[in-house]
């Protein structure tokens, strides 16, 4: 039978082994991925509470893939899998697909999963993939338990919110990718960059600076242990 856990990820179950076939279905986009959408596309005229509004969408995303949410952990409950969550393990502007929500906005969803891998337990052994600057800077090629893979994913949606910040006041070269790396080598830490971006970055009232300020330090933290595996705290 079909289990819908979340818009973006209905999941086939066989009830005679109880084993878990995923069946991803997407839309088709008109608007590309994110990386499209905000270097050719439409997104380069966001601004600053639309952008923030994309890393909402993928916050709330990931949050219920981690099952931190409610429909993953209802939806395991109901199939008796001993599966708490899963780690998506790739979250980046080329994973995130852009679509019009017919109200003048836009909707993002978080896509490829091939990277992913449902967990069942807070010390199960996570592989992580590595995507450049995108990874943790604690990547390592052994495993990682699932709370310190949650605080990967954590660092990686703190990079692309990042990365959407930095476009708004940075990014006009030809060459977008190469200049945010040169950005953050300059500044050793991605939070230095994060930091100066909040503090400067117009068109933001006082709460919402301190709000982003508050969101970078529980995502970009270079010490993991700073960092939180939990994303309904962000």
């Known amino acids: 039978y079909t289990l819908s856990l979340h818009d973006a990820l209905p999941i086939y179950v066989d009830s005679s082994s109880e084993k878990v076939w995923p069946v991803l279905v997407f839309q088709k986009t008109q608007q590309g991925n994110l990386e499209e959408f905000m270097t050719h596309g439409k997104g ?13 969408d993928v916050a709330h995303a990931v949050r219920d893939l981690h099952g931190t949410g409610t429909c993953f952990s209802a939806a395991f409950s109901v199939t008796r899998l ?23 906005g836009y909707i993002a969803k978080v896509t490829d999963f091939g990277y992913s891998t449902l967990f069942s337990s807070d010390d199960a052994q996570i592989w992580m993939p590595r995507s450049g600057h995108w990874t943790a800077p604690e990547y390592h090629h052994r495993a990682f338990t699932s709370t310190n893979a ?7 949606l703190g990079m692309l919110c990042l990365w959407l910040l930095w ?19 300059a500044h050793k830490e991605a939070l230095n960059l994060a930091f100066e971006l909040a503090r400067t970055t117009v068109c933001m009232v006082d709460k919402d600076r301190e709000n982003i300020q508050q969101f970078f330090c529980l995502t970009l933290a270079q010490n993991p242990d700073e960092r939180s595996s939990n994303f309904s705290d962000l």
């Open 167 to 185: 476009l708004l006041c940075c990014g006009d070269g030809l060459d977008v990718d190469c200049e945010f790396r040169k950005n953050l080598d």
């Open 44 to 56: 380069k005229d966001l601004g600053v509470k639309d952008r923030l509004k994309i890393c909402f």
């Open 150 to 156: 949650m605080k990967m994913d954590a660092y990686s």
């Open 82 to 104: 001993n599966y708490i969550g899963i780690i998506h393990g790739d979250i980046k502007p080329d994973n995130i697909l852009i679509f019009a929500n017919g109200k003048g």
